[in-house]
Nanobody, 125 residues
Framework: QVQLVESGGGLVQAGGSLRLSCAAS????????MAWFRQAPGKEREFVAA????????YYSDSVKGRFTISRDNAKNTGYLQMDSLKPEDTAVYYC??????????????????WGQGIQVTVSS
């Protein structure tokens, strides 16, 4: 099992940038696939981006493609989400999650096993 802690959120103006980090504890992070999801008030949790454990496979939602970059450093047991050109509609609580088998890279939250507590990102207009 992996414990996940997000950091790096906050308040930023539209057009600005933030970098979220997801620090993992446990021995298996380096072989777990990882994703970021977000949930805005009154909305369902939605997929943002995913990265395979080798970093060779990346997926992005259409709403963030070209603006966000997902990455990971297995030596540091940490995943990242670089968010550029932020928009007010990016405002949400952001969660990192891992998929334990390392064989699937899904875009649905039900397929992920371990979750962080979430971190608020607020983009002002």
């Amino acid at each position: 099992q992996v414990q996940l802690v997000e950091s790096g959120g906050g308040l930023v103006q539209a057009g600005g940038s933030l970098r979220l980090s997801c620090a993992a504890s446990g021995r298996t992070f380096s072989t777990n696939n990882m994703a970021w999801f977000r949930q805005a008030p009154g909305k369902e949790r939605e997929f943002v981006a995913a990265i395979g454990w080798t970093s060779l496979t990346l997926y992005y939602s259409d709403s963030v493609k070209g603006r966000f970059t997902i990455s990971r450093d297995n030596a540091k047991n940490t995943g990242y989400l670089q968010m550029d050109s932020l928009k007010p509609e990016d405002t949400a609580v952001y969660y990192c999650a891992t998929e334990r088998t390392g064989r699937r890279l899904p875009k649905t939250s039900d397929d992920y096993d371990d979750w962080g507590q979430g971190i608020q990102v607020t983009v002002s207009s």
